[in-house]
């Protein structure tokens, strides 16, 4: 079954409000990544957590990792609406280099 | 923008024929992968390699074929398409050793009517 699972499937904002979204897996891992997709086109990776990290930030994006609880949050401060797009989690377990991709969070944020 | 590039970006095509999407990344990158995506839908590895004449099997089975001759170029094939085909099929590559992530193409979206 899927490592990494998000939640929720989908989220409505308005622009300005924080948007949280959660991965949950279920191995260790040795890095999680997120990584954006806008609607038809390939994923844009957006930041990197190892596992020894418990908190990354990058401009309005704040991921955490809970290794104990084999979570991750990705925080996005600020909306706009260029941030409308899916999210995926993707973990790297050291199985021969390869991710495993969540089934992503849809946001949408409304002007 | 990512240096990696996927052709064609739209191909709609009839029962039986044989494809070839392309892949071809200028980053040095030793690692290439294929995934499987339906629209709103996880991601699906369906091929990768770790370098020239390396390539393996994905997590999801599928009836086509990769080849490695080129560390820039990781062709994907169908040798005889079906409508169960349709789907958008994503290039990746990342580094060796290097805790970068993976850049990914913009896609191909394969219609098979």
């Known amino acids: 079954s899927q490592q990494g699972e998000e939640d929720p499937q989908a989220l409505s904002i308005q622009e300005g409000e924080n948007a949280t979204m959660n991965c949950s897996y279920k191995?260790?891992?040795?890095?999680l990544q997120w990584y954006r997709q806008n609607s038809g086109r390939g994923l844009v990776h957006l930041i990197l957590?190892?596992?020894?990290?418990r908190e990354k930030h990058s401009g309005r994006l704040r991921v955490t990792l809970d290794t104990s609880k084999k979570s991750s949050s990705l925080l996005i401060t600020a909306s706009r609406a260029a941030d409308t797009a899916s999210y995926f989690c993707?973990?790297?377990?050291?199985?021969?280099?390869?991710?495993?991709f969540g089934d992503g969070t849809t946001l949408t944020v409304k002007p | 923008e990512a240096d990696i590039y996927q052709t064609p970006r739209y191909l709609v095509i009839g029962t039986g024929k044989k494809i070839t999407l392309e892949c071809s990344q200028t980053m040095g990158h030793d690692k290439m992968y294929w995934y499987q995506q339906d629209p709103g839908m996880e991601l699906h590895l369906i091929h990768y390699s770790y370098g020239v004449n390396s390539t393996e099997k994905g997590d999801l089975s599928s009836e086509s074929t990769v080849s490695r001759i080129r560390t820039e170029h990781f062709p994907l094939t169908l040798e005889s398409a079906r409508p169960s085909h349709t789907s958008q099929y994503l290039c990746a590559s990342s580094e060796f050793g290097r805790d970068y992530g993976y850049t990914f193409g913009s896609g191909t979206r394969l219609t098979v009517v």
């Open positions: 191995t260790s891992i040795n890095n």
């Open positions: 993707a973990t790297d377990a050291g199985n021969a280099g390869k991710s495993t």
């Open positions: 957590i190892r596992s020894n990290e």
